[in-house]
């Protein structure tokens, strides 16, 4: 079955730790994306990559990294440094970016509780 | 600035018909996205207009309008498992999505 992976489905953190959220897929898709989602607002991109080794900031990259080793892998680290971490985060991908037909589909979530 | 404007929620009758409006703004225009999200799950795809018209995929239609920076996502014979949110996602001429803060259907019997 090919489809994009995030694990854990919940995590909880004590305030001040970093934490690393996985996101694989086996669709052979060139762009990956995260974004984060609060209630009452629409998804924010936090960063994105179009190919390996190489990464974009998105509009809320403050606080967070990510790296792109391999076509397959985009982990998110969120820092310490991001002030309010407690959220819903989606990974995303698609064939190719930087084209108007070119869905992005969505992984299953990995709810993020800060303590 | 970008922005997509959809209603917080509305309530529709186990059946029925019901229209999702979407109002865009965006630097240059690449195409309108409609996404469904039951609660804590993953945005699904519905939907891609680009083109002015009605896209029509079985108990669901798409509608776009360029000129007025104006779309709906058309629900027709709802069941309860369309209990949902419905995102609006409109890409701007850098192919990023600015998306809404999406619609709650809540869908009665």
């Known amino acids: 079955d090919g489809g994009i992976t995030q694990s854990p489905k919940y995590l909880f953190r004590k305030e001040g730790q970093n934490v690393t959220l996985s996101c694989e897929q086996n669709l052979n898709h060139d762009a990956m994306y995260w974004y984060r989602q609060d209630p009452g607002q629409g998804l924010r991109l936090i960063y994105y990559?179009?190919?390996?080794?190489?990464?974009q900031k998105g509009d809320i990259a403050e606080g967070y990294s990510v790296s792109r080793e391999k076509k397959e892998s985009f982990p998110l680290t969120v820092t310490s440094a991001q002030k309010n971490p407690t959220a819903f985060y989606l990974c995303?991908?698609?064939?190719?970016?930087?084209?108007?037909?070119?869905?992005?589909?969505f992984g299953p979530g990995t709810r993020l509780t800060v303590l | 600035g970008q922005n997509i404007d959809q209603p917080t929620e509305m309530t529709a009758t186990e059946g029925a018909i019901v229209q999702i409006n979407c109002t865009y703004q965006t630097s240059g225009f690449n195409g309108l996205f409609w996404y469904q999200q039951h609660a804590g799950e993953a945005p699904t795809f519905l939907s891609y207009n680009v083109l002015d018209g009605l896209e029509e995929k079985g108990r669901f239609s798409s509608f776009l309008s360029r000129s007025k920076g104006y779309s709906y996502l058309l629900l027709k014979e709802l069941q309860m498992k369309d209990s949902a949110s419905y995102l609006c996602a409109g890409m701007d001429s850098n192919y990023q999505l600015i998306w809404g803060a999406g619609t709650k259907l809540i869908i009665k019997p």
């Open positions: 995303a991908s698609s064939i190719v970016a930087g084209q108007g037909t070119d869905t992005q589909y």
């Open positions: 990559s179009q190919i390996v080794n190489d990464f």
